[in-house]
């Protein structure tokens, strides 16, 4: 049974750091690429960021403040997030997709990393509210 599991979120100050974890079973992590997207009510859902292997991709507004890393030996995907603003909360979710991960058309996976359509499963995501 695939099951991606996020935690970490909570309320954090402007300016805060916050690192979000996402642990995957039920699948070979390393089989997979593992993205980052978030929510606000109303709105889509945005891609934050991917792992594929050690390759990284991040929505270009985020780069710098936000840093993404995988442990494959404890089967789990991180999102540091620094320097948090206001604009930051929102519901964080993980998703694993296999055709970003090393058997799909990795050439593609630049382009359909941001698209929701892109991922197999999801998580239940956590809540990052930045506030004061």
């Known amino acids: 049974q695939v099951q991606l599991v996020e935690s970490g979120g909570g309320l954090v100050q402007p300016g805060g750091s916050l690192r979000l974890s996402c642990a995957a079973s039920g699948f070979t992590l390393d089989d997979y690429a593992i993205g980052w997207f978030r929510q606000v009510p109303g709105k889509e859902r945005e891609a934050v960021s991917c792992i594929r292997s050690s390759d990284t991709l991040y929505a270009e507004s985020l780069k710098g403040r936000f840093i993404i890393s995988r442990d494959n030996t404890k089967k789990t995907v991180y999102l540091q997030m620094n320097s948090l603003k206001p604009e930051d909360t929102a519901v964080y979710y993980c998703?694993?997709?296999?055709?970003?991960?090393?058997?799909?058309?990795?050439?593609?996976?630049?382009?359909?990393?941001?698209?929701?359509?892109?991922?197999?499963?999801w998580g239940q995501g956590t809540q990052v509210t930045v506030s004061s």
């Open positions: 998703a694993a997709s296999r055709s970003g991960g090393p058997y799909g058309k990795t050439w593609l996976w630049p382009v359909r990393w941001p698209f929701v359509h892109s991922y197999d499963y």
